[in-house]
């Protein structure tokens, strides 16, 4: 199954779109900051072509593509985008510092090992910090424009970039856990088969060659009677283990990635905590509190951001945590109350409120309160108060840094939700294909060991019956018993691995031989025209699980088996007598076998006609044409006529 749920490409698109938006939004504070400078007007050109030219790299190198692979020439765009950002901060090095976080967000995107991705980071930080600090009052300024600029840039786009390659890796390695959970499947199931079934076969194939090398009638009688107790025990234990494997749910395994999870938690953590904190610090170490005032203030900034992560955290109620609306309102108080104390220039959180209306809120309510929230400065400065410039331009700076925040904060909570839902999806799916091999365990075992189980009983009874009248012909019958436990052994491994290739033609032959054995006469032919592999293996098992059904559930005297090719299509036809009544509920033999044929385009049909049972199966020769398939992923209805119970 290819995974490319509906769910994982909205998630793609969705993570992508935010990176473009996050990054217009803190490339438009860049263009605010050059056009709000005293540089002459051909200086703010360059500026302006400068940061277009930057804009066009990172949406490049960072806007991750959908396979997740790193751009054509990454490391010449790198380049230019390092030798762009070097000369932005020395022409403008007073108002640059924000447009450095999108070399460092590159920086971490591209190099590898990652290690060294972050060293480079860390050293754009440094070259950030010291092209500042002669154009700063101070080393505290210009370290906060270093942490609360440059760094909250560079690890913002880095984080929603990655989420964006998290999502896609989650999809495009669905497939491979739920391998991996049917390998561990397949290995529980063959240790299980081999100490159930194999076991048996093993001893009656030691009972068989102990009666054909021993010439004591009594001896021989008694381990012949005790390889068919065996052989039947191993019927039985064939039918318990394919129902008992159907039957059984699949093991719950843990299918989440910690470090995934780890790695979303931390990039929120750090992006939020970049985002919120250093403006209020800075403030409030640039003003004279008290003692008690500083406590009282960092105790309500601690509060605000953990009570902000809260708020952003995936839960139960539509991705939003529980309680969220008294929680948001706290979240309210908490942001609004304090400006009382310490007045707006200190206390400004409530510009990071739309990120949590984004988040929390649904419908139209969720725009129009985010839009109010989004201009609120330009609300505060018609009551005289404000934190930018009172101007057009400043109203719209503001917005927009207030705006690309929200997105920020929205995306990573997004993603977080998405990719919960994700590794929930994957969970699923490893447990739907567990489910689909336990299935396919239980068909392959009822089809291809049936057949061999049944011959196996059959030629010990024979023998068991000849063993004091015919000797000679007791020995052969017992000789092919001992074959088909060994043929049943391998059956047993092939079950467990996939299936093997079979023949029609060879399986037309032990088939022939079989009912002869029992007494029933076996006519009609079968076409010798080549038949692909798969088609091949189809009808051969279709053939040996009607044989045993003849053999299991009939009074046949005669049966017919042929084959023809007519029409771009193979027929298989299997007619029998000695139809026996039968109240028992329907077994799952004709159902596999009707599976089986369906999936190769194929149709099949079985039930009494006219006193006798009729098999057919039809299968196109030619590659069957894959249109459409079902939206789910889940195997169709097999298309079959059951008439009876076999």
């Known amino acids: 199954m290819r995974p490319d749920s509906s769910e994982s490409g909205i998630a793609v698109r969705t993570a992508r779109l935010v990176a473009v938006v996050v990054s217009a939004g803190f490339s438009f504070g860049g263009f605010i900051g050059a056009a709000d400078s005293d540089q002459p007007n051909a200086h703010k050109a360059v500026a302006f072509a400068l940061l277009a030219t930057l804009l066009a790299l990172h949406l490049y190198n960072c806007v991750r593509r959908a396979d997740g692979r790193s751009p054509r ?71 906060y424009l270093v942490i609360g600029h440059t760094a909250l840039v560079g690890i913002a786009l880095y984080g929603v970039a990655r989420l964006a390659d998290l999502v896609a890796d989650l999809r495009d390695t669905r497939t491979r856990l739920a391998d991996a959970e049917v390998a561990r499947e397949r290995v529980a199931f063959a240790e299980r088969l081999g100490e159930r079934v194999g076991t048996s076969l093993d001893q009656v194939v030691e009972h068989s060659e102990a009666v054909l090398e021993t010439a004591d009638p009594e001896t021989a009688r008694r381990r012949l009677n005790q390889s068919l107790d065996t052989a039947r025990a191993a019927l039985n234990e064939a039918r318990s283990v394919a129902r008992s494997h159907r039957e059984n749910g699949p093991s719950r395994r843990s299918v989440a990635d910690d470090l995934t999870s780890t790695s ?155 990719t919960t839902e994700l590794r929930a999806a994957r969970a699923e799916l490893a447990r739907t294909e567990v489910a689909r091999e336990r299935l396919r365990f239980a068909r392959d075992l009822h ?58 033609a060879a399986e037309a032959e032990s088939a022939r031989a079989a009912l002869l054995a029992a007494g029933i006469e076996a006519s009609g032919e079968l076409s010798d025209v080549g038949l692909p592999a798969e088609v091949d293996t189809v009808l051969a098992i279709v053939l040996r699980e009607a044989v045993t059904n003849v053999l299991r559930h009939s009074d046949a005297r005669s049966c017919v088996l042929e084959s023809e090719v007519a029409g771009g299509a193979v027929r298989l036809r299997l007619v029998n007598d000695g139809v026996v009544p039968s109240g028992a509920p329907p077994g799952t033999g004709i159902g596999n076998l009707a599976q089986r044929v369906r999936a190769l385009d194929g149709r099949l049909t079985a039930g009494v006609v006219g006193g006798t049972f009729r098999l057919e199966a039809e299968l196109p020769l030619l590659e069957p044409a894959l249109v459409g398939g079902d939206a789910d992923g889940v195997d169709p209805v097999p298309r079959v006529q059951l008439h009876d119970g076999r």
Request: glycine share 10%.
């Open 73 to 143: 020439g990454w490391q010449w765009t790198l380049a230019a985008q390092a030798v762009l950002t070097s000369i932005g901060m020395v022409w403008f090095a007073s108002t640059w510092y924000g447009n450095s976080g999108f070399l460092a967000a590159a920086v971490l995107l591209l190099v590898r090992p990652r290690a060294l991705g972050w060293a480079g980071f860390g050293l754009v930080l440094v070259t950030q910090f010291f092209s500042a600090l002669p154009v700063r009052p101070t080393a505290a300024e210009t370290l």
């Open 264 to 418: 979303v938690t931390v990039l929120g953590v750090a992006t939020i905590c970049l985002m919120i904190l250093p403006g209020p610090v800075r403030y409030a170490l640039r003003t004279d509190l008290t003692a008690a005032d500083i406590v009282l203030f960092a105790g309500c900034l601690l509060a605000f951001v953990l009570l902000y992560l809260r708020n952003c955290m995936p839960g139960g109620d539509r991705g939003r945590p529980a309680a969220w609306p008294w929680t948001l309102g706290a979240q309210v108080v908490l942001a609004a109350a304090p400006i009382a104390l310490f007045g707006l220039q200190i206390w400004h959180v409530t510009y990071f409120l739309p990120g949590l209306t984004l988040v929390l809120l649904r419908g139209p309510a969720r725009w129009a309160v985010t839009l109010v929230l989004v201009f609120q400065d330009a609300i505060f400065h018609l009551w005289g108060a404000g934190l930018g410039d009172p101007g057009p331009l400043g109203n719209i700076y503001e917005a927009v840094w207030a705006g690309e925040r929200a997105v920020v904060v929205y995306g990573l909570a997004r993603m977080a939700l998405l």
């Open 447 to 504: 089809d291809l060991l049936g057949f061999s189980l049944s011959v196996i009983v059959l030629k010990s009874e024979l023998a068991f019956r000849l063993l004091g009248r015919d000797a000679g012909r007791a020995r052969r019958e017992l000789s092919e018993g001992v074959a088909a436990a060994r043929q049943a052994r391998a059956d047993i491994e092939s079950v467990a691995a996939g299936y093997r290739r079979m023949s029609l």
